[in-house]
C-alpha cells in the first residue's frame, strides 16, 4: 500500500487542481481586482511617497488580496463536508494526511501563481521598480502563500458554514491588511496602529515582499522566519483542531 | 467475510447499536431492514471504519476495517460526489485511489458505467445530474474496483423503477462474484428480487436473521374470496386447505379467488409486532 502513495498523491493533486479550476471565480477577482486598484491608486501612492510608492501600491494591494484569498482556502475544505465528500473519501485507502496534502498543494500552486502575476503586472505595468532576483521574490512569495495556507486551513478547522468563512475572512483580511500596512505606508500611519502592526502578519508580508522586490536579501530572510514561525504555529492549531474534529466524527 | 459481533454505539444518552450482530459470507447478499433509527446506517459507518464502535468487534476478511479499505466498497445514504467533476473523473479518481492502474481502471470504468446505464452522461457534471443518475454514479464509485465486501445504504431511494432493476442486477451479478454485500433498504419488494436473506434490526440489534423462505414459513398468507356483494379475507397458514374450505362453506356464487402467500411485508411486520 505504501507504494501506492506517490500514485494517490498525484490522483489527489489532479483531482483537486480540477476542483480548483472549475470554480475560478474567487481566484479571478482576486487577480483582476487588485490589478485595478493599483492602477486606480499609485498615481496617489507615488504623489506621497517619492520613494516606492509604486512598490506601496503593488505590495500593498497584492497582501490585501492575497490575505483575502484566505476564503479560498478555507472553501476548498469546507465544501468537502458540505459535499460529504470527506467521509466518502476515508472509505478509500486514502489517509488523512494524504488528503490534507492532496488539497493544500493545488492551492499553494494557485496562490503563489496569483502573487505572481501581480508582480509581473506591477513590474510591467506600474512601473515598479524590481532589483531583486527572481529567485529572491519567488521565495518571499512562497514563504507567505506558506503563512497564508496554513492560516487558511486552521480557519477552515473552527468555521462551521461558508457564511462564517466569509465573514472571518472578510473582516481578517481587512484588519490584517490595514495594520500591516497595506493600505497606508506604516509611517503614516497613527501611533497606536505603529504599534501594534508588528502584531500583523500582513505587516511582515508587506515589509518582505516589499524586501524581495527592492533585493534586500538580509530583509527578507528576518521577515520571513517570522511567517514560517507564523505558519508553522497556525498549521499546528490546525492539525490539533482536524484531529480533534477526526476524533469527534469516529464517536 | 464480514463479521460483526455484539457493537454497541451510542450519542450520548441515545444508543444507535446495542449488541448489534451481523455476518456476511462471501457471495451473500444481506438485506438489512429497519424504521429510521434502527442503527442501520450506523453500522454501515462502523464497517466502513467511519465510526468507531464502543463495545463490540468487526472483522472485514479478518481484518478491522480501518485496514481493511481496499476490499471495501460504500455508497452512502446521502450523496456524497463532487458536483463540479464528471461521473468518467468520478470513477477514476474512486478507482485509482483503489488501486486499479491505467487499462484495468479504463476498462473497469466502462464496465461499470454500461453495466449501470451512465454512459450516455460520464461527461456531463455531476451537479447537473438528476437525483436518480446522481444515485447510479454513487453506486458505481463504490463498485469500480468489484469490492470484496459491498455496503448499500438504501441505494434506490427516490430513483425510478428501470434504475432500481439495473441496480439491483449489477448487486446480483457482483455477489455471484463471490462478494459479500449489506443492502439497506425500506422497499422490501427488493430483497426478494435479490434473493437475499434478510436480517431485520429494531432499536440497535438485530430481531431476526435468516434465509427468507426460512423467515416467512409459519407466517399467515391470505385467502380472498370475492362475491357479488363482498369480499371475505382470511388470514391463514394452509391456503389451500383454507381455500377449500371456504368453497364449500360458500352459500352464493364465487367470482373470483385470490392467494396470497406472505411477503417480506407482512415478516417485517409480525418480527416487529413480536419485538
Known amino acids: 500500500m505504501r507504494t501506492d502513495l506517490p500514485r494517490r498523491l498525484a490522483l489527489l493533486v489532479g483531482h483537486n487542481t480540477t476542483l480548483r479550476l472549475r470554480d475560478p471565480g474567487h481566484l479571478i477577482s482576486y487577480l483582476v481586482m487588485p490589478m485595478v486598484l493599483m492602477l486606480v491608486f499609485s498615481p496617489l501612492y507615488r504623489a506621497a511617497l517619492p520613494r516606492g510608492g509604486e512598490a506601496q501600491a503593488v505590495i500593498g494591494m497584492l497582501v490585501m488580496f492575497s490575505v483575502l484569498s484566505l476564503s479560498v482556502v478555507g472553501t476548498a475544505l469546507l465544501t468537502e463536508r458540505t459535499w460529504r465528500t470527506w467521509n466518502r473519501m476515508r472509505v478509500t485507502p486514502v489517509s488523512v494526511v494524504e488528503m490534507l496534502i492532496g488539497k493544500a498543494l493545488p492551492v499553494f500552486v494557485l496562490l503563489v501563481v496569483q502573487q505572481t502575476i501581480l508582480i509581473v503586472f506591477g513590474a510591467q505595468v506600474v512601473d515598479m521598480p524590481v532589483a531583486g532576483s527572481f529567485a529572491l521574490i519567488l521565495s518571499a512569495v512562497c514563504v507567505w502563500s506558506f503563512a497564508l495556507l496554513a492560516i487558511g486551513v486552521a480557519l477552515a478547522g473552527v468555521v462551521r458554514s461558508h457564511g462564517e468563512l466569509a465573514a472571518v475572512c472578510d473582516v481578517g483580511a481587512l484588519t490584517v491588511s490595514a495594520l500591516g500596512g497595506a493600505l497606508t505606508p506604516i509611517a503614516m500611519m497613527p501611533a497606536w496602529a505603529q504599534a501594534v502592526a508588528p502584531a500583523s502578519p500582513g505587516y511582515w508580508a508587506v515589509t518582505m515582499l516589499k524586501a524581495a522586490v527592492a533585493g534586500e536579501a538580509d530583509a527578507v530572510a528576518r521577515a520571513a522566519l517570522v511567517l514560517v514561525a507564523v505558519g508553522a504555529v497556525a498549521g499546528v492549531l490546525a492539525c490539533i483542531r482536524i484531529g480533534r474534529g477526526l476524533k469527534e466524527l469516529q464517536g | ?275
Do not use: C, W
Not at chain 2, 71 to 81: K, R, S, V, W
Not at chain 2, 242 to 267: I, Y
Open chain 2, 1 to 275: 467475510m464480514l463479521e460483526a459481533l455484539g457493537l454497541v454505539k451510542g450519542y450520548g444518552p441515545v444508543n444507535a447499536l446495542d449488541d448489534f450482530t451481523l455476518a456476511a459470507r462471501p457471495g451473500e447478499i444481506v438485506g438489512l431492514v429497519g424504521h429510521n433509527g434502527a442503527g442501520k446506517t450506523t453500522f454501515a459507518n462502523i464497517v466502513s471504519g467511519l465510526l468507531r464502535p464502543d463495545g463490540g468487534r468487526v472483522l472485514v476478511d479478518g481484518k478491522a476495517p480501518g485496514a481493511a479499505r481496499r476490499l471495501l466498497g460504500l455508497a452512502p445514504q446521502h450523496i456524497a460526489l463532487y458536483p463540479t467533476v464528471t461521473p468518467r473523473e468520478t470513477l477514476r479518481l474512486f478507482g485509482g485511489l483503489q488501486g486499479l492502474r491505467r487499462r484495468e481502471l479504463g476498462r473497469a470504468v466502462t464496465e461499470i458505467a454500461e453495466a449501470l446505464r451512465i454512459t450516455d452522461f460520464l461527461d456531463r457534471r455531476v451537479g447537473v445530474l438528476s437525483g436518480g443518475q446522481q444515485r447510479r454514479v454513487q453506486a458505481a464509485a463504490a463498485m469500480v474496483h468489484r469490492p470484496a465486501l459491498l455496503l448499500l445504504d438504501e441505494p434506490t431511494a427516490g430513483v425510478d423503477p428501470e434504475t432500481r432493476q439495473s441496480l439491483l442486477e449489477v448487486v446480483r451479478d457482483h455477489a455471484r462474484t463471490g462478494a459479500a454485500v449489506v443492502y439497506t433498504t425500506h422497499y422490501l419488494p427488493e430483497l426478494t428480487d435479490l434473493g437475499a436473506s434478510i436480517a431485520v434490526a429494531r432499536h440497535g440489534r438485530v430481531i431476526a436473521r435468516g434465509e427468507a423462505g426460512e423467515l416467512l414459513h409459519g407466517l399467515p398468507g391470505e385467502v380472498r374470496l370475492t362475491f357479488d356483494d363482498e369480499e371475505m379475507r382470511v388470514p391463514t397458514t394452509d391456503p389451500a386447505a383454507t381455500l377449500a374450505t371456504m368453497l364449500v362453506e360458500a352459500t352464493k356464487p364465487v367470482r373470483s379467488v385470490d392467494l396470497s402467500r406472505p411477503t417480506l411485508d407482512d415478516l417485517y411486520r409480525a418480527v416487529v409486532r413480536a419485538h
